[in-house]
């Protein structure tokens, strides 16, 4: 597998950047390589990329995903695979590091290594740099989904405190 990681880091708190990153429908806005993302359940998704005359779609599984921490998924495909994953860390400077990391298997097991992972990388810290401008331009997130999937399982959100249970006085 070719690895690739990038980081950058965004000019706001790390819940507004991993609220913004969860909206994956958004991705077309500010992402040149990304036409269009459709959730079809809570941790899957389908991509449809394109670069030049290349277009390709496939469907994901988010296998991990913890609010203001990570989010780390997989291909659903055999030939070409990738997982990857995103993190999100405080930076010094009070706002967030976002650190992405894909690994890509090769359609062909014993492809040898050539500058196509190097163009990924390329691809990755260019697409970085406009999830940067995108979310610094608006200063907060279009929305966020703070829910927690573990092995690909949507967990459930944790329980609402108990009511009271003294009773309610009329007032007046």
């Known amino acids: 597998m070719n690895t690739v990681e990038e980081k950058i880091e965004v ?77 999100f860390r405080p930076s010094a400077a009070g706002g967030t590091e976002v650190t992405v990391r894909i690994q890509v298997e090769p359609r062909r097991a014993r492809t040898p290594l050539t500058g196509a992972s190097r163009a990924a990388g390329r691809v990755v810290r260019h697409e970085l740099g406009h999830f940067k401008q995108f979310i610094e331009g608006l200063g907060e997130e279009g929305g966020g989904w703070r829910g927690t999937i573990r092995n690909g399982r949507v967990l459930p959100a944790e329980p609402a405190p108990p009511r009271s249970r003294v009773a309610s006085w009329p007032v007046g």
């Open 11 to 87: 000019a706001v708190p790390v819940r507004t950047a991993y609220n913004q990153w969860t909206q994956f429908k958004s991705f077309p806005r500010f992402m040149s390589v990304v036409q269009r993302v459709d959730q079809v359940r809570p941790a899957v998704t389908v991509w449809v990329i394109g670069l030049g005359p290349v277009r390709r779609e496939f469907q994901t599984e988010i296998v991990e995903q913890k609010p203001d921490t990570c989010l780390i998924w997989r291909s659903l495909e055999h030939r070409p695979s990738h997982r990857g994953e995103v993190w």
